[in-house]
């Protein structure tokens, strides 16, 4: 998948379950210091996005990420290899 | 404020506008918060069409005076004494809780049943149960939930077995307060998450009980159609709850009131 689709899946995603406004859901902006979403809600909102991806994201590979940019590389990142991984 | 203040002799304007995460952590003061903000709100809403009220723990004593059982100042008091009491029992015998997400309550109840020091505390959701317990006991059952395959197991920011019956010292504490005082009838009925039924006579029984049975949110949302609710409005910090009945009941109509601008969308 293109950045532009995945970030137009976890934005969608986002409105839908965490009631924030899709503007305020850019790259350099952070779930948790900008949006103000609480840990269990970023929790079940991350395995919404593997339910619909198909893909995983786990706790330890998401230590590190403190903005949607840097959440959204591991989500192509990870897109990436499982289509590489079907064809 | 001031009158909660006086009541409690402490200053409550100061828990609400300056309290840092550090001290709500504290359950005494977290409860004493929660549930003046809670109350605040209710106070500010215009008139509903109220079919049921219903607390998840603490939010439980806040309903009770949504529906006139106790008034804003019993149920101050009786806020301030259980968060006493449980950070009392929570001090002599420190706890952990954790939030298992992926496994049925079923799942969660039969491992636990297999350990030491964990129990299920609170059924929040499908797929969504928080464990309780001491801090070992705890730690052993997320490791063990996550090899029955549990797709998370988040700790929560609590230093106290809450639902469990390591609570059993803070129940003898609070049945003080709870004898003493007094309960009106309902003006509407209050559901009880300790029993999935409409509270009766005994509230002080249920209200102690509360401390050592698990929350069972889920089934006291489940109920929720089947009485007619049409929409669920959540009162006080958060916003919580209201994401456990869109996870419960998909397509019922819900809303988190915690602030002023809120009001607008109602």
């Known amino acids: 998948m293109e950045r532009a689709e995945v970030l137009q899946v976890l934005r969608d995603k986002a409105v839908e379950m965490l009631e924030v406004e899709a503007d305020d859901v850019q790259e350099d902006k952070s779930f948790v ?3 103000k979403v ?15 991806l198909g893909i995983e994201l786990p706790e330890e590979e998401l230590v590190d990420v403190k903005t949607i940019g840097a959440f959204l590389d591991v989500i192509v990142g990870k897109t990436a290899a499982a289509s590489n991984a079907d064809g | 404020m001031d009158q909660a203040g006086d009541l409690l002799d402490r200053d409550c304007a100061h828990l609400l506008l300056n309290a840092d995460a550090d001290e709500l952590r504290a359950t005494a003061q977290a409860q004493l918060a929660t549930y003046l903000m809670s109350l605040l709100v209710w106070r500010s809403l215009p008139p509903l069409d109220v079919v049921v ?7 439980e004593l806040t309903a009770l005076v949504v529906a006139g059982v106790l008034t804003p100042e019993a149920g ?30 079923e799942v969660v109840a039969e491992v636990c049943a297999g350990m030491d020091g964990a129990w ?11 464990i309780s317990g001491t801090v070992d006991g705890v730690a052993a059952a997320g490791l063990a939930l996550r090899g029955a395959g549990a797709r998370r197991v988040l700790p929560l920011p609590v230093g106290g077995a809450f639902h469990t019956p390591l609570m ?42 509360q401390l050592t049975a698990p929350v069972r949110w889920r089934e ?11 929409r669920v409005v959540e009162l006080g910090p958060g916003g919580v709850l209201a994401g456990l009945v869109k996870r419960t009941l998909p397509g019922m109509a819900v809303m988190s009131v915690a602030a002023p601008e809120d009001l607008a969308r109602l």
């Open chain 2, 220 to 230: 006291v949302l489940e109920t929720l159609p089947g009485r007619g609710v049409e």
């Open chain 2, 168 to 209: 059993a010292p803070a129940r003898s504490r609070l049945e003080v307060a709870l004898r003493a005082a007094a309960y009106a009838p309902p003006r509407v009925p209050v559901l009880s998450a300790v029993t999935v039924r409409d509270h009766g006579p005994d509230v002080a029984g249920l209200l102690s009980q």
């Open chain 1, 33 to 35: 210091e900008d949006l």
């Open chain 2, 53 to 59: 009220v219903a607390g998840h723990s603490l939010g």
């Open chain 1, 38 to 52: 609480d840990s269990l809600s970023l929790v079940e909102f991350t395995m919404e996005l593997e339910d619909t």
């Open chain 2, 76 to 105: 101050l008091l009786l806020v301030a004494e259980r968060g006493a009491a449980m950070q009392q029992a929570a001090d002599a015998a420190p706890g952990a809780m954790a939030a298992v997400l992926g496994l049925s309550d």
């Open chain 2, 120 to 130: 299920p505390a609170n059924s929040n959701a499908p797929s969504h149960v928080v």
